[in-house]
């Protein structure tokens, strides 16, 4: 009876060990992996619409696109005002870029959450 208690607590705190390990691994692994804001990952081509910058305004960190069809927001095109998720994105495009671009609504705004100058 005894042993068998010892071995029934002997598997569980393995069992437990077991779980808890790969957990932190996968943790560590996840933030060691995560991309920087700056680096620049491939575009989800579902979601992605074109537009050309018409304005930039790094301080309010919005951006002024004359955009195409925006497919995932059920928008037609138009020239409107976006915030933007990271006001790093601002100095990576000028005025005049041709950009492709991924908009999502964030917090009730229009927000650019991801661009890349396409020329
Ligand atoms: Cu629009």
Do not use: C
Request: aromatic content about 4%; glycine content about 4%; overall charge positive.
């Amino acid at each position: 009876m005894k042993i068998r208690s010892i071995l029934f607590a002997t598997l569980a705190f393995m069992s437990v060990a077991w779980l808890n390990i790969p957990s932190t691994a996968m943790a560590a692994n996840a933030i060691e992996k995560s991309p920087s804001t700056t680096e620049m990952k491939p575009l989800d081509a579902a979601s992605v619409s074109v537009g050309e910058v018409k304005k930039i305004d790094k301080e309010a960190g919005k951006i002024t696109i004359k955009h195409g069809p925006l497919t995932n927001l059920d928008m037609p095109p138009m020239t409107m005002v976006f915030r933007v998720k990271d006001p790093a994105m601002l100095d990576q495009v000028k005025v005049g870029d041709k950009i492709n671009f991924i908009a999502e609504k964030a917090n009730g705004a229009l927000t650019v959450m991801q661009m890349q100058a396409s020329e």
